[in-house]
């Protein structure tokens, strides 16, 4: 069963991990320390099911402090890609990112830990003016990985060069260069390719700009 099968079977009853400022773009890894007994026991079930995860963002604190917590209804849902068990029932798990997915319905769970039912979202077709933006894409993050010559552009370059469909391709670039949680969680909410594509073209030109900026200080 591939990841994408994993996550729409997933769907109608998916657990979901509720954290301040977490985003989980298609694509990325996101680093998880599990500790609390309830998101042990999730991730337990979730590492013998179909181990599939959603990630929820909590936005600011005073959705933070509402019982439950809010969340933002726009979701990344991930699989598992790797289970560390640790001693305590503790656990140190990487979450890859898929799919994007809207919570529908929050269920009602006899677990300690939250499940919702979600629909997954998806872009329409791509058109002319993505295509070219995505080329235009490509070449900020050669002439970044040019400018820069370290390993995270370089990896990022190559996977760039490799990526056919636009979407992929912006997802890829905001999930390498954009840290701010507001950010990233407007890169996942824009479902369709154009404003996806813009938000990842102004990270790329905006990390090339301060490269241009280093560069011209004297030491």
Do not use: W
Not at 145 to 160: F, G, I, P, Y
């Amino acid at each position: 069963m591939d990841d994408a099968e994993r996550v729409r079977r997933a769907l109608t009853n998916l657990p979901i991990f509720p954290l301040p400022g977490a985003v989980l773009l298609p694509h990325a890894l996101v680093p998880l320390h599990i500790f609390e007994p309830r998101y042990r026991k999730m991730t337990r079930d979730c590492d013998e099911g179909l181990r599939v995860l959603a990630l929820a963002n909590i936005p600011d604190d005073r959705a933070a402090a509402e019982r439950p917590a809010r969340v933002l209804p726009v979701i990344g849902v991930g699989i598992l890609a790797r289970v560390d068990r640790l001693p305590g029932g503790r656990f140190n798990v990487v979450l890859r990112g898929v799919q994007r997915a809207s919570i529908e319905q929050e269920l009602p769970s006899e677990e300690p830990y939250r499940r919702v039912r979600a629909t997954p979202l998806f872009s329409s077709r791509s058109s002319p003016s993505a295509g070219q933006m995505a080329a235009d894409l490509k070449q900020l993050v050669l002439a970044l990985s040019a400018a820069l010559r370290n390993e995270e552009t370089q990896a990022l370059a190559q996977l760039v060069a490799r990526a056919a469909d636009p979407g992929d391709l912006a997802d890829l670039v905001a999930g390498a260069l954009i840290s701010n949680p507001r950010e990233r969680q407007a890169v996942l909410e824009a479902v369709e390719l154009e404003p996806r594509l813009e938000l990842a073209a102004q990270a790329a030109a905006a990390a090339l700009a301060r490269t241009a900026s280093n560069a011209e200080v004297p030491n």
